[in-house]
């Protein structure tokens, strides 16, 4: 008991120099992502376009659903919401015939644009590898090796990046695809309409990134992916390791895809900086590269 007495004054001042640390990285933590969120808020016109989506539940380009957008102000209804996104004029009657691109030898293959104008070869295939040993998520080899880098700097500032979705076959994209435009045509949407409205959420196949794991999708909980730490993080660091946010709000007309947050791109260090930094789509970026 004597011993006791004699080390519990050293036990408190331990136990209270551990909570002071615990403290200070907390708070510490915090500051720095209220810092990285002002500085990394999106785009004023990104805002106003997801508000005006309102609270449809996104679907990605590997046909898994998003989030749901933030609430309109006056309440809109989740089928109105619905309309309204597939309102957004898109300039199109029929899907145009894809060109069909060859994908690079070297590191440029990083900057394929994959859209409805453009689809790869069917004689492509990938090298995909495993994200880690213990997940079933596939992605090009160098892309993955990125990713693996970028998710232990993150997990170092305390955020944990999940991918819900990588390399997709060709074979589902089909599957995805074809799904979505019966969506359509069970509402008595024309083949032809159908299938431009269908791309705008989920990609033909071959003309989708996912087909060749250049890509990844984040899982999260919550409403809203970009009110998550991850995507304060990912808007800040992404770039560093070669990701951009590849469908935003403010480039649909581009695109030509819904935006989503949740979806993230390899295109290598040097162009994920450019884009990042001069906000501009891959698309814009390599009409003004090549």
């Known amino acids: 008991m004597k011993e006791l007495k004699r080390y519990l004054p050293l036990l408190i001042a331990g136990l209270t120099l551990v909570l002071a640390f615990v403290l200070s990285f907390t708070i510490t933590k915090g500051v720095r992502l209220k810092k990285l969120r002002a500085a990394y808020q999106p785009a004023d016109s990104a805002k106003t376009t997801e508000a005006a989506d309102s609270a449809e539940t996104k679907k990605t380009d590997n046909g898994k659903k998003d989030s749901k957008d933030n609430k309109t102000n006056d309440a809109e209804s989740e089928s109105q919401s619905e309309e309204n996104a597939e309102d957004v004029p898109l300039a199109l009657t029929s899907l145009p015939d894809a060109e069909i691109e060859t994908m690079p030898e070297s590191e440029r293959k990083y900057l394929v644009v994959l859209n409805i104008y453009h689809k790869m070869s069917e004689s492509y295939e990938p090298a995909v590898v495993k994200i ?70 989920v990609l033909p196949p071959r003309c989708s990134e996912a087909n060749y794991g250049l890509s990844v999708d984040f899982s999260w909980t919550g409403d809203d992916f970009t009110a998550t730490d991850a995507y304060v993080w990912l808007r800040a660091h992404a770039a560093e390791y070669g990701f951009v946010e590849r469908y935003t709000a403010d480039k649909e007309n581009i695109t030509r895809v819904k935006a989503n947050p949740a979806h993230w791109r390899y295109v290598g260090p040097d162009a994920s900086v450019y884009l990042r930094d001069y906000n501009v789509s891959l698309e814009e970026y390599t009409d003004n590269v090549n």
Request: hydrophobic share 35%; aromatic share 8%.
């Open 132 to 201: 880690s040993e213990d997940s079933e998520i596939y992605l090009e080899k160098q892309v993955a090796e990125a990713y693996r880098e970028m998710a232990q700097a993150a997990s170092q500032d305390g955020i944990s990046l999940t991918v819900d979705a990588g390399y997709i076959s060709i074979e589902k994209q089909e599957r995805m695809f074809q799904k979505e435009i019966e969506t359509y045509t069970a509402q008595g949407i024309g083949e032809a309409e159908a299938r431009v409205k269908a791309a705008y959420t």
